[in-house]
C-alpha cells in the first residue's frame, strides 16, 4: 500500500494547479474526492500543507478499511487498492513539484532560471533522483544539471551532501575558470566544456547567474558541422548542384538553424558547400534533415590539407569545426 506520506516524500504542493485537477477550496481547506469502481471514492483533503486521504464506500458512507491492510488479499481488495493508488499518483505528478534542494543559493539559482529562460527541472533518472537537468526549449539542448552530490566527489580532502550546478562553458577557456575550490571541471560531464559550481554560497550569486546566460548563450547559438559524403556511393556534387534544399539522413545531435558544411571525399577531398539545416521529414518512413544550399567553395579553398592547419585533423563522420575554420568559412 502506498502511503500518501511516502509519496510526498522531498515534495512540495503546487497550490497553482489543484483547482484545475478537480480540487475545491473552502476557507484554508482543499477538498477533491474521485468515484472509483463506481462504489467507492478516494478523497483528498489538505489543510495548512497536510495531506490526508480515504477510501469510502459509498453505500454505507464508511472507510473501506481492507484496503489499507496491505495483509488483505483478493481480486476485489486488490483492485480498490490499485485504484485508489492511481488516483494518489495522478495527484502527486500533477499536483506536486519534487522538493530535493534545501541550500538557499540553489533555490535562488532555480527562481533566476525560471524567470529568466522559463527553464523547468527534468528529472530523468529513479536511481539518481536528485539530478535535474535543465534545457533551452527551442532546441532541447542541456545547459545545466542541478544535483546533490558528495563532496568527495569533487574533493576528496572533504566529505557530506552538496549542492552543485553543472554549466556548459568555453571549450578552450575551461582550465582558467577552474580554482578546485568552488569552481570545478565538470562532475559526470565532459571536462573539457562542462564545468561544476558549488551552491554553498562559496561563490557570488551575481556571478553564478553571469555563468548561467554563458551557459545558455553557448548552446542557444547555431552550431556548425562537417559532415564527409563518399562520391563512390552517391553523386553529392551532382545532387547539390541541381538543387536549392535538398534531403539528408538525420543526425540526432544536428537541429534546424545550423550550418552544415558538406565535405566531399576522393578525388575532391575538400568542403565544396555550405548549407543551413531548415527542417526535417520523412523518406520512405525514415526522418531526414531538410538542407538548404548556401554556399558552394571553390573545391581548392577548403582541401583536407588546409582543414588541418585550422584545427580539423580527420573527417570521419559529422563534427563540429573549429573557430579558426569556422572564420576562414565564413568570410
Given at each position: 500500500?502506498?502511503?500518501?506520506?511516502?509519496?510526498?516524500?522531498?515534495?512540495?504542493?503546487?497550490y497553482?494547479?489543484?483547482?484545475?485537477?478537480?480540487?475545491?477550496?473552502?476557507?484554508?481547506?482543499?477538498?477533491?474526492?474521485?468515484?472509483?469502481?463506481?462504489?467507492?471514492k478516494?478523497?483528498?483533503?489538505?489543510?495548512?500543507?497536510?495531506?490526508?486521504?480515504?477510501?469510502?464506500?459509498?453505500?454505507?458512507?464508511?472507510?473501506?478499511?481492507?484496503?489499507?491492510?496491505?495483509?488483505?488479499?483478493?481480486?476485489?481488495?486488490?483492485?480498490?487498492?490499485?485504484?485508489?493508488?492511481?488516483?494518489?499518483?495522478?495527484?502527486?505528478?500533477?499536483?506536486?513539484?519534487?522538493?530535493?534542494?534545501?541550500?538557499?543559493?540553489?533555490?535562488?539559482?532555480?527562481?533566476?532560471?525560471?524567470?529568466?529562460?522559463?527553464?523547468?527541472?527534468?528529472?530523468?533518472?529513479?536511481?539518481?533522483d536528485?539530478?535535474?537537468?535543465?534545457?533551452?526549449?527551442?532546441?532541447?539542448?542541456?545547459?545545466?544539471?542541478?544535483?546533490?552530490?558528495?563532496?568527495?566527489?569533487?574533493?576528496?580532502?572533504?566529505?557530506?551532501?552538496?549542492?552543485?550546478?553543472?554549466?556548459?562553458?568555453?571549450?578552450?577557456?575551461?582550465?582558467n575558470?577552474?580554482?578546485?575550490?568552488?569552481?570545478?571541471?565538470?562532475?559526470?560531464?565532459?571536462?573539457?566544456?562542462?564545468?561544476?559550481?558549488?551552491?554553498?554560497?562559496?561563490l557570488?550569486?551575481?556571478?553564478?547567474f553571469?555563468?548561467?546566460?554563458?551557459?545558455?548563450?553557448?548552446?542557444?547559438?547555431?552550431?556548425?558541422?562537417?559532415i564527409?559524403?563518399?562520391?563512390?556511393?552517391?553523386d553529392?556534387?551532382?545532387?547539390?548542384?541541381?538543387?536549392?534544399?535538398v534531403?539528408w539522413?538525420y543526425?540526432?545531435?544536428?537541429?534546424?538553424?545550423?550550418?552544415?558544411?558538406?565535405y566531399?571525399?576522393?578525388?575532391?577531398?575538400?568542403?565544396?558547400?555550405?548549407?543551413?539545416?531548415?527542417?526535417?521529414?520523412?523518406?520512405q518512413?525514415?526522418?531526414?534533415?531538410?538542407?538548404?544550399?548556401?554556399?558552394?567553395?571553390?573545391?581548392?579553398?577548403?582541401?583536407?590539407?588546409?582543414?588541418?592547419?585550422?584545427?580539423?585533423?580527420?573527417?570521419?563522420?559529422?563534427?563540429?569545426?573549429?573557430?579558426?575554420?569556422?572564420e576562414?568559412?565564413?568570410?
Amino acid at each position: 500500500m502506498k502511503k500518501i506520506d511516502n509519496l510526498l516524500k522531498n515534495r512540495v504542493i503546487n497550490y497553482d494547479k489543484l483547482i484545475s485537477f478537480g480540487f475545491i477550496k473552502k476557507d484554508n481547506c482543499y477538498y477533491y474526492e474521485k468515484i472509483i469502481l463506481e462504489d467507492f471514492k478516494v478523497i483528498i483533503n489538505i489543510i495548512n500543507d497536510k495531506v490526508t486521504t480515504s477510501i469510502i464506500e459509498i453505500d454505507i458512507n464508511e472507510e473501506y478499511l481492507p484496503a489499507y491492510n496491505e495483509n488483505a488479499i483478493g481480486e476485489f481488495v486488490t483492485n480498490v487498492r490499485n485504484k485508489y493508488e492511481e488516483v494518489l499518483e495522478n495527484f502527486i505528478n500533477d499536483c506536486t513539484t519534487k522538493n530535493v534542494y534545501k541550500a538557499d543559493q540553489t533555490k535562488e539559482v532555480i527562481e533566476y532560471i525560471k524567470e529568466k529562460y522559463n527553464g523547468t527541472l527534468e528529472f530523468l533518472w529513479e536511481k539518481f533522483d536528485s539530478f535535474a537537468v535543465i534545457r533551452n526549449k527551442n532546441n532541447n539542448k542541456w545547459y545545466a544539471l542541478i544535483a546533490v552530490i558528495d563532496k568527495s566527489k569533487l574533493s576528496k580532502k572533504e566529505s557530506g551532501n552538496i549542492e552543485i550546478i553543472n554549466l556548459r562553458y568555453q571549450k578552450d577557456e575551461v582550465i582558467n575558470i577552474i580554482n578546485d575550490k568552488n569552481i570545478f571541471k565538470g562532475y559526470h560531464m565532459n571536462k573539457d566544456s562542462w564545468i561544476t559550481i558549488c551552491l554553498d554560497n562559496s561563490l557570488d550569486t551575481k556571478e553564478i547567474f553571469d555563468l548561467i546566460d554563458n551557459s545558455y548563450n553557448l548552446i542557444s547559438k547555431p552550431n556548425e558541422w562537417v559532415i564527409p559524403t563518399n562520391t563512390s556511393y552517391f553523386d553529392v556534387i551532382g545532387y547539390l548542384d541541381s538543387n536549392e534544399i535538398v534531403s539528408w539522413k538525420y543526425i540526432k545531435s544536428i537541429v534546424p538553424g545550423d550550418s552544415v558544411y558538406i565535405y566531399v571525399g576522393v578525388p575532391y577531398s575538400a568542403i565544396m558547400y555550405k548549407c543551413e539545416v531548415i527542417g526535417s521529414g520523412y523518406k520512405q518512413n525514415k526522418e531526414q534533415m531538410l538542407l538548404k544550399k548556401i554556399k558552394k567553395y571553390n573545391r581548392f579553398s577548403f582541401t583536407l590539407d588546409k582543414m588541418k592547419q585550422l584545427g580539423v585533423k580527420a573527417v570521419r563522420g559529422p563534427r563540429t569545426i573549429t573557430k579558426s575554420l569556422s572564420e576562414e568559412l565564413n568570410k
